[in-house]
């Protein structure tokens, strides 16, 4: 495909359960961001990964959540024993080199009971 | 914390009218960006303005800069239904990758 793709687009879960969401990015994007975006509200950042630098995770709310990178390419961010303020949509975008602009997924809707 | 900072945060007009709005900023920028967001789905990249630019064209779209007085404009001309949307806009305040986000201006295009 084209664009960033993000699976699953909905989950639903219980509390204290952990959650792991997929993000695919535009092939040759050496840049990938992690955001959350409660309703409503603007975009939170959680992490940031440039090609093979170290990251940049000073966005991540607690040490329940954490993400990787693999290869440069795919990202995974994992919430571990969720919690109902973890509810709130999880954006993933890719961007060149330099650029400035952001691709943006179509996002992944996490509702913890 | 979030700098940007739209306004209106809820703007209803008729289809064809011109639509307005504004973000404002606390902090120096290289550059400010504006991004639309249809109702569930991903955000879509409009346009990006330098901080040396004062204005920039985009189809129906206009954005204005003003360093000094440390905001923005976005007008969207002769709207349409489609552009039913939350418009964002985002700046580099913090670092050249690290943008912040205002809470977005909610825009209803009557038919």
């Known amino acids: 495909g084209a664009g960033v793709s993000q699976s699953p687009s909905n989950k639903v879960t219980e509390k204290g359960k952990d959650v792991e969401l997929r993000c695919d990015p535009i092939s040759g994007h050496t840049a990938l961001y992690w955001y959350r975006q409660s309703l409503g509200q603007g975009l939170e950042f959680l992490i940031y990964f440039q090609g093979n630098s170290a990251p940049d995770k000073s966005g991540l709310p607690s040490d329940r959540f954490s993400a990787e990178r693999t290869g440069g390419s795919v990202s995974t961010l994992t919430i571990q024993r969720t919690q109902q303020e973890d509810s709130a949509v999880y954006l993933c975008?890719?961007?060149?080199?330099?650029?400035?602009?952001?691709?943006f997924g179509e996002g992944s809707r996490l509702t913890v009971l | 914390s979030q700098q940007g900072e739209e306004d209106p945060q809820a703007l209803s007009i008729q289809e064809g009218e011109n639509a307005t709005m504004n973000c404002s900023y606390k902090?120096?920028?290289?550059?400010l960006q504006w991004y639309r967001q249809n109702s569930g789905r991903g955000l879509v990249h409009l346009i990006l303005?330098?901080?040396n630019e004062r204005e920039k064209h985009s189809g129906r779209l206009r954005v204005t800069l003003d360093t000094s007085k440390k905001s923005s404009s976005l007008l969207i001309t002769a709207s349409r239904a489609a552009d039913t949307a939350s418009y964002f806009c985002a700046t580099d305040a913090r670092s050249n990758y690290q943008l912040i986000w205002g809470a977005g201006t909610k825009l209803i295009i009557k038919p």
């Open positions: 975008a890719s961007s060149p080199l330099n650029t400035g602009e952001l691709f």
């Open positions: 902090t120096s920028i290289n550059n």
């Open positions: 303005i330098r901080s």
